[in-house]
Every structure is written in C-alpha cells, then in structure tokens.
C-alpha cells in the first residue's frame, strides 16, 4: 500500500515557476516509478512526465518538455515536479501516481496508486 500526498500547487503569473511535491508513504517508495499527471476542467487526466524507480530515466509530455523537470529523492520518499515557464494551458489539477514498474509508465490505467491532486492555475 502507497499513500501519496501532493503539495504545492496555487496561483501563478503565466512565465511564472512552481515546484510541486509528492509525499510518499510505505518503505518500497524506491521500487516505484512514479509519475505526474493533470486533468484540466472538462478534459481526460493526461500524461504530464513520468521517472524510474532509481530515478535514471524520465520521459515528459511534448507539452512540457524543455519547461517541466521530474526529480526524486528515494531517501525522503519525495518525487517533484519543478514547472517553469507555465502557461495558462497548465492550469489544471496535478496528481501525482505510483506503481511497481520497471519501467516508465505514462498511461493511467499502468498505475496503482493515486494522490488527491493538488490545484495549479496560471493566469494571464
């Protein structure tokens, strides 16, 4: 069982930066591949980025690559995403998700274990 708590998110100027966390519970947080998605209203959860259990490997949505960045620290059972350069288009509600992978899963339906989210809203 992994509960997973995020934190973070709120209001921000579009250009703006925000880091959000994702607290982890249980002691196998370091056999997990862990991954970020959001849902804005209206629209399907998507895909945001995604990284390996050991942190070596990630893989980011078209949408964010070069402006979003998915790090983790197995020793806090913490995994981040630092957005940068945020747009109106990432307002949404974040999850972060887990799952005994190894690889990088960046569909929903590959992952177990679901935070509550947490709110980003860029205006512009």
């Known amino acids: 069982q992994v509960r997973l708590l995020e934190s973070g998110g709120g209001l921000v100027q579009a250009g703006g930066s925000l880091r959000l966390s994702c607290a982890a519970s249980g002691r196998t947080f370091s056999s997990y591949a862990m991954g970020w998605f959001r849902q804005a209203p209206g629209k399907e959860r998507e895909f945001v980025a995604a990284?390996?259990?050991?942190?070596?490997?990630?893989v980011y949505a078209d949408s964010v690559k070069g402006r979003f960045t998915i790090t983790r620290d197995n020793a806090k059972n913490t995994v981040y995403l630092q957005m940068s350069s945020l747009k109106p288009e990432d307002t949404a509600v974040y999850y972060c998700?887990?799952?005994?992978?190894?690889?990088?899963?960046?569909?929903?339906?590959?992952?177990?274990?679901w935070g509550q989210g947490t709110q980003v809203t860029v205006s512009s």
């Open positions: 998700a887990a799952d005994s992978s190894f690889g990088i899963p960046t569909m929903t339906s590959e992952y177990r274990y």
């Open positions: 990284i390996s259990w050991t942190g070596g490997n990630t």
